[in-house]
C-alpha cells in the first residue's frame, strides 16, 4: 500500500514533498527560497492513493488533525458528478450562488490538486509562470520576489473563463476566450492600499500583461431553455439533446442576433447565476469596466468586448451589488451613470434593477445571494426603472438640462490685485424662475461674496468640513 502526506490548507488537501513542505519550489530550486509559511496550518493528513480493480479511488482518508478520535471522509475531494470542481467550490457555486450544476460545469474548474515539484497550473493560467516570462530564472524556477507575491496560488482556488462575441461583415462570430479569465484563491492575497493605509485582500486574479475582458459565460441546456420561456424567442438551430461544447457558443450569437435583453453584473458567479434563472448576463471584472477612459482626451467609450451586441438595439439592465457603505454606494451608483449613460448615447434603452439593500451598515447584497435565498428576481426586472428615472431617485434633484449651463470665460472674469474673480452680475443672467441653482468654481473665486447679498444671514449654512461652502434653504442655491 501506497501513502503520500497531504497537508490541509483552508480545508483542502495539498501533496507534500519529501521534507514535510508544500511544493512551493522546484527541484534546483533552494528549499524555503523566499517562502511565508504563516499561511499555512500545520494540520496533515494522509491519503491512501491505492485504487481498486474500477480505478476509482478508495473511500479511505485519516485525517490526523483528529486528537482524540480518527475521522473519516468519504472519496476525499474529488465527486464523479463533477470531476473538475472541488466539493467545496460545488457548494459554493450551486448552493451558495444558486447557479445551475451544467451551468457550473462548463464554466469553472477547481486548480487545487497539484503535482509535487511542480507549480500549480494557476501560475499558469495567471501568466505568473511560462516559457519567455520575465519571472523565470535560467534554471527554469521563479525568482523569490514573485514566490513570495503568489505563494497563496499553492493553496488552490477555481478558475473561470468564457466566451469573446465579434461582428465581421454582417456576420456574428464567437469563439472560446483563450487569453484572460478570473481566478479565486481559497487564501487571498494581500496588498497595501496606501489610500487608506491598510492592507486588503485580492479576491479575485487576472493574468498580468493582459487587459481587462468581459466574462461572456456558456450556459447549460436548462439554462438556454429558461431564456428562450422568459423571452419568446425561438432557438434556431438548437439541437436536441443539447450538446454544449458545440452548441454553447452559439448562444451568444443567437442573444446578439434576437436582440435579448442584457444584464450587466459584476463577476463570474453573478452573471452565471443569472443566466440559470433565465437570463443573458455578461460579468464586469469590476463596476467600471464596462467602459474605458483615453489617458490623454479623457474621454470614455464602451469596453470593445460589448460592440457586437450594439449592432441590434435592445434593453440593457444594470444589477451590480446593493451596497450600504457610502462611498462603495456612490461609487456603484457613478459607474452606472457612466456606462448606462454611453449605452443610451449608442442608441440603447437602458434600466437599472435595484436589489434590497441590507439593513446592516457594511453589508451587501449581491444578486447570486438574492436568489440563492429565495428572493423574486423576476419581478425586480419586470419592475425596473429607467436610468433616468433611476438618476433622478439617486440624485434627488432635477435631472440637468443641457442648455441651462454655461462655462464664465476668461475674458469674463474680473481681475482684483493680480487676482480673478466671478463677474459680479453673474446671477442676475439666472431667471428667477429657476428653482436650483449650482455655482462649481475654484477656491477663493468669489462665490459666497456673489451670493452673500441673496441669502438673509439666518438662512445660511457653511459646511464645517471646508468652511467655504454655503447652503441656502431659502433661494434653493448649492454653491462648491
Same mark, same amino acid.
Not at 94 to 121: C, K, M, Q, W
Not at 214 to 242: D, Q, S
Not at 335 to 364: E, F, H, W, Y
Given at each position: 500500500?501506497?501513502?503520500?502526506?497531504?497537508?490541509?490548507?483552508?480545508?483542502?488537501?495539498?501533496?507534500?514533498?519529501?521534507?514535510?513542505?508544500?511544493?512551493?519550489?522546484?527541484?534546483?530550486?533552494?528549499?524555503?527560497?523566499?517562502?511565508?509559511?504563516?499561511?499555512?496550518?500545520?494540520?496533515?493528513?494522509?491519503?491512501?492513493?491505492?485504487?481498486?480493480?474500477?480505478?476509482?479511488?478508495?473511500?479511505?482518508?485519516?485525517?490526523?488533525?483528529?486528537?482524540?478520535?480518527?475521522?473519516?471522509?468519504?472519496?476525499?475531494?474529488?465527486?464523479?458528478?463533477?470531476?473538475?470542481?472541488?466539493?467545496?467550490?460545488?457548494?459554493?457555486?450551486?448552493?451558495?450562488?444558486?447557479?445551475?450544476?451544467?451551468?457550473?460545469?462548463?464554466?469553472?474548474?477547481?486548480?487545487?490538486?497539484?503535482? %509535487?515539484?511542480?507549480?500549480?497550473?494557476?501560475?499558469?493560467? !495567471?501568466?505568473?509562470? *511560462? #516559457?519567455?516570462? /520575465?519571472? +523565470?530564472?535560467? $534554471?527554469?524556477?521563479?525568482?523569490?520576489?514573485?514566490?513570495?507575491?503568489?505563494?497563496?496560488?499553492?493553496?488552490?482556488?477555481?478558475?473561470?473563463?468564457?466566451?469573446?462575441?465579434?461582428?465581421?461583415?454582417?456576420?456574428?462570430?464567437?469563439?472560446?476566450?483563450?487569453?484572460?479569465?478570473?481566478?479565486?484563491?481559497?487564501?487571498?492575497?494581500?496588498?497595501?492600499?496606501?489610500?487608506?493605509?491598510?492592507?486588503?485582500?485580492?479576491?479575485?486574479?487576472? %493574468?498580468?500583461?493582459?487587459?481587462?475582458?468581459?466574462?461572456? !459565460?456558456?450556459?447549460? *441546456? #436548462?439554462?438556454? /431553455?429558461? +431564456?428562450?420561456? $422568459?423571452?419568446?424567442?425561438?432557438?434556431?438551430?438548437?439541437?436536441?439533446?443539447?450538446?454544449?461544447?458545440?452548441?454553447?457558443?452559439?448562444?451568444?450569437?443567437?442573444?446578439?442576433?434576437?436582440?435579448?435583453?442584457?444584464?450587466?453584473?459584476?463577476?463570474?458567479?453573478?452573471?452565471?447565476?443569472?443566466?440559470?434563472?433565465?437570463?443573458?448576463?455578461?460579468?464586469?471584472?469590476?463596476?467600471?469596466?464596462?467602459?474605458?477612459?483615453?489617458?490623454?482626451?479623457?474621454?470614455?467609450?464602451?469596453?470593445?468586448?460589448?460592440?457586437?451586441?450594439?449592432?441590434?438595439?435592445?434593453?440593457?439592465?444594470?444589477?451590480?451589488?446593493?451596497?450600504?457603505?457610502?462611498?462603495?454606494?456612490?461609487?456603484?451608483?457613478?459607474?452606472?451613470?457612466?456606462?448606462?449613460?454611453?449605452?443610451?448615447?449608442?442608441?440603447?434603452?437602458?434600466?437599472?434593477?435595484?436589489?434590497?439593500?441590507?439593513?446592516?451598515?457594511?453589508?451587501?447584497?449581491?444578486?447570486?445571494?438574492?436568489?440563492?435565498?429565495?428572493?423574486?428576481?423576476?419581478?425586480?426586472?419586470?419592475?425596473?426603472?429607467?436610468?433616468?428615472?433611476?438618476?433622478?431617485?439617486?440624485?434627488?434633484?432635477?435631472?440637468?438640462?443641457?442648455?441651462?449651463?454655461?462655462?464664465?470665460?476668461?475674458?469674463?472674469?474680473?481681475?482684483?490685485?493680480?487676482?480673478?474673480?466671478?463677474?459680479?452680475?453673474?446671477?442676475?443672467?439666472?431667471?428667477?424662475?429657476?428653482?436650483?441653482?449650482?455655482?462649481?468654481?475654484?477656491?477663493?473665486?468669489?462665490?459666497?461674496?456673489?451670493?452673500?447679498?441673496?441669502?438673509?444671514?439666518?438662512?445660511?449654512?457653511?459646511?464645517?468640513?471646508?468652511?467655504?461652502?454655503?447652503?441656502?434653504?431659502?433661494?434653493?442655491?448649492?454653491?462648491?
Amino acid at each position: 500500500m501506497v501513502y503520500t502526506t497531504f497537508k490541509r490548507i483552508n480545508g483542502k488537501l495539498m501533496p507534500l514533498d519529501k521534507d514535510g513542505l508544500p511544493p512551493l519550489y522546484l527541484p534546483g530550486q533552494e528549499p524555503n527560497q523566499g517562502i511565508d509559511k504563516k499561511i499555512f496550518p500545520s494540520a496533515t493528513v494522509t491519503v491512501q492513493q491505492e485504487g481498486d480493480k474500477s480505478g476509482k479511488p478508495n473511500d479511505l482518508l485519516e485525517d490526523n488533525t483528529t486528537k482524540n478520535k480518527k475521522q473519516r471522509i468519504k472519496k476525499g475531494s474529488i465527486n464523479y458528478d463533477h470531476p473538475t470542481i472541488t466539493d467545496a467550490h460545488w457548494e459554493e457555486l450551486t448552493v451558495e450562488s444558486a447557479i445551475d450544476p451544467e451551468t457550473a460545469r462548463l464554466n469553472f474548474i477547481s486548480l487545487d490538486f497539484n503535482t %509535487p515539484g511542480e507549480y500549480p497550473d494557476s501560475f499558469s493560467y !495567471l501568466n505568473v509562470y *511560462g #516559457e519567455n516570462n /520575465k519571472n +523565470v530564472l535560467a $534554471n527554469g524556477t521563479l525568482d523569490a520576489y514573485t514566490l513570495r507575491k503568489h505563494q497563496n496560488l499553492f493553496a488552490g482556488g477555481w478558475w473561470v473563463s468564457g466566451v469573446e462575441l465579434h461582428y465581421n461583415k454582417g456576420v456574428f462570430l464567437a469563439k472560446k476566450m483563450e487569453d484572460w479569465g478570473q481566478f479565486k484563491a481559497n487564501v487571498a492575497r494581500q496588498i497595501f492600499d496606501k489610500t487608506k493605509n491598510r492592507t486588503k485582500p485580492v479576491k479575485y486574479e487576472s %493574468p498580468s500583461g493582459v487587459l481587462a475582458r468581459i466574462l461572456f !459565460l456558456t450556459p447549460g *441546456g #436548462e439554462a438556454w /431553455k429558461k +431564456v428562450f420561456h $422568459n423571452f419568446k424567442v425561438h432557438v434556431k438551430g438548437l439541437k436536441n439533446p443539447y450538446n454544449p461544447h458545440t452548441e454553447g457558443q452559439k448562444f451568444w450569437i443567437w442573444v446578439a442576433q434576437n436582440k435579448i435583453p442584457v444584464i450587466i453584473c459584476e463577476g463570474a458567479k453573478k452573471a452565471a447565476a443569472l443566466l440559470s434563472q433565465g437570463y443573458a448576463a455578461i460579468g464586469l471584472p469590476g463596476i467600471s469596466m464596462g467602459y474605458r477612459k483615453d489617458t490623454e482626451t479623457w474621454i470614455r467609450t464602451l469596453h470593445p468586448d460589448i460592440s457586437a451586441l450594439l449592432i441590434n438595439k435592445r434593453d440593457w439592465y444594470f444589477c451590480f451589488d446593493a451596497e450600504t457603505k457610502p462611498t462603495t454606494r456612490q461609487n456603484v451608483n457613478a459607474a452606472i451613470s457612466r456606462m448606462g449613460g454611453l449605452l443610451m448615447q449608442a442608441g440603447q434603452k437602458v434600466r437599472v434593477i435595484c436589489l434590497p439593500t441590507p439593513k446592516n451598515l457594511g453589508d451587501k447584497m449581491g444578486v447570486d445571494d438574492f436568489i440563492a435565498s429565495g428572493g423574486d428576481f423576476h419581478g425586480l426586472f419586470q419592475n425596473a426603472p429607467t436610468l433616468i428615472e433611476w438618476r433622478a431617485a439617486w440624485t434627488r434633484v432635477l435631472t440637468l438640462n443641457e442648455n441651462k449651463h454655461w462655462i464664465v470665460k476668461r475674458e469674463e472674469m474680473q481681475e482684483v490685485n493680480g487676482k480673478r474673480y466671478l463677474p459680479s452680475d453673474l446671477l442676475k443672467r439666472i431667471p428667477e424662475s429657476e428653482l436650483l441653482v449650482g455655482i462649481k468654481a475654484p477656491m477663493g473665486s468669489g462665490k459666497t461674496e456673489i451670493v452673500a447679498p441673496l441669502v438673509a444671514p439666518d438662512k445660511v449654512t457653511i459646511n464645517p468640513s471646508s468652511g467655504s461652502n454655503m447652503v441656502s434653504p431659502w433661494t434653493g442655491m448649492v454653491i462648491t
